[in-house]
């Protein structure tokens, strides 16, 4: 990858025209971040706070996106050819320790 920001708080960051393809962004907090023009091609945002963030004309094609806040995510004039958002499969093995607890039927 292009870098790890893994869990980084990264809140109103300013990595306009960034190059971080591969870039890895697992539960980041990306609040109001500008990544306007950014090259994040195959970047990795699970579980990362989007929230307010700026993607407006970034390239985030074939990124994973599961499970990401995107609240008032700005994704005008960006590439999201390819770009995966949640994960069902993987979205029910990350549930299956809280549906056991609560009861769920196994």
Known sequence: PNGS???AKLAQADLHGAELPHAVFTKAQLV???????????????????TDA????ATVTQA?????????TNWRGANRSDARGDDEGLKRAEDWP???KAGAPA
């Not at 109001?32 to 706070?49: E, G, T, V």
């Not at 700026?54 to 004309?57: A, N, S, V």
């Not at 994973?64 to 008032?72: N, Q, V």
Request: no cysteine.
């Open 54 to 57: 700026d993607f407006g004309g």
């Open 5 to 7: 920001f893994a869990a």
């Open 32 to 50: 109001a971040a500008s990544l306007r023009n950014a090259a994040l091609s195959y970047a990795i945002f699970m579980h990362a706070d989007l």
């Open 98 to 100: 809280t549906a056991r």
């Open 64 to 72: 994973k996106l599961h499970r990401a806040i995107e609240d008032g």
